[in-house]
């Protein structure tokens, strides 16, 4: 509860290893500016009510159904470093696809 309005989070983890909350904000949506703000709330509400002297910083993680980038940069700008938003899929992909993924990454270290 936040002054007298109640806010639900989708998913709270604790990272015992990092002794942090892990946050996470599924959407049905591509990603929109709001979207930073919400979880930037959640965020900060952690910090100040839920987070022991011995913890770490919470971490929030924002899954939605398309990002754009450059929107992405502009909305998060100035807000916590913890804040990460990522894609993700509604199906698996394919073999090739993952056969190429990895290709890829196995190709940049």
Not at 5 to 16: G, K, M, Q, S, T
Not at 59 to 76: C, D, F, M, R, S
Not at 86 to 104: D, M
């Given at each position: 509860m936040?002054?007298?309005?109640?806010?639900?989070?989708?998913?709270?983890?604790?990272?015992?290893?990092?002794?942090?909350?892990?946050?996470?904000?599924l959407?049905?949506?591509?990603?929109?500016?709001?979207n930073?703000?919400?979880?930037?709330?959640?965020?900060?509400?952690?910090?100040?009510?839920?987070?022991?002297?011995?913890?770490n910083?919470?971490?929030?993680?924002?899954?939605?159904?398309?990002?754009?980038?450059?929107?992405?940069e502009?909305?998060?700008?100035?807000?916590d470093?913890?804040?990460?938003?990522s894609?993700?899929?509604?199906?698996?992909?394919?073999?090739?696809?993952?056969?190429h993924?990895?290709?890829?990454?196995?190709?940049?270290?």
């Amino acid at each position: 509860m936040i002054g007298d309005e109640y806010f639900f989070i989708d998913l709270v983890f604790y990272h015992r290893l990092l002794k942090c909350h892990v946050l996470v904000e599924l959407k049905i949506e591509a990603f929109n500016h709001s979207n930073a703000g919400q979880m930037n709330t959640y965020l900060n509400y952690y910090k100040k009510e839920v987070m022991q002297p011995t913890d770490n910083p919470p971490v929030g993680i924002l899954l939605v159904t398309n990002k754009n980038e450059t929107l992405v940069e502009y909305a998060t700008a100035g807000m916590d470093q913890q804040l990460f938003v990522s894609k993700y899929l509604v199906k698996l992909p394919t073999v090739e696809q993952l056969e190429h993924f990895v290709q890829n990454e196995w190709k940049q270290l």
